[in-house]
């Protein structure tokens, strides 16, 4: 990510179509660093994340987004980026909340040109290995 991770992931969802993209982050923003309205017309509010490779994201964060996310964003789909891994409990209620997790190699993925939504149909419980979660409910 660029040395500004917000502006690069509200970059990356202009690419992909996204509409009304606002970047948000700062000192107060409960966890939305960006904010737009996918191509189908659902709310995506986005938490970025820079970390050193080394360290992880754990199931704490990811619960604590979302329900940031959808109480005070009303997010119809809450999309977490980050620029390490996920611990496997994260994954699992990131799977369960039907919460997107893109890690430092699915960001790969997203800014060498995989568009955002081929991410939001990834299953993240197992780590990209593209089986699609039910229908959206």
Not at 6 to 24: I, K
Not at 46 to 67: L, M
Not at 113 to 123: A, F, R
């Amino acid at each position: 990510m660029t040395d500004n991770k917000e502006e690069h992931v509200a970059a990356l969802c202009r690419r992909d179509g996204c509409t009304g993209v606002q970047r948000v982050g700062g000192a107060g923003d409960l966890g939305a660093d960006v904010t737009a309205i996918l191509p189908d017309g659902r709310r995506l509010v986005v938490q970025c994340k820079r970390y050193a490779a080394h360290r992880t994201v754990g199931s704490g964060e990811v619960q604590k987004f979302n329900g940031t996310a959808r109480l005070h964003h009303v997010a119809d789909v809450p999309l977490f980026v980050a620029s390490c891994v996920f611990t496997r409990p994260a994954r699992t209620f990131a799977a369960g909340q039907q919460i997107t997790l893109v890690d430092v190699d699915l960001l790969g993925f997203w800014n060498n040109g995989t568009p955002l939504s081929s991410l939001l149909e990834l299953d993240i419980a197992r780590s990209g290995t593209n089986r699609k979660l039910g229908p959206a409910g």
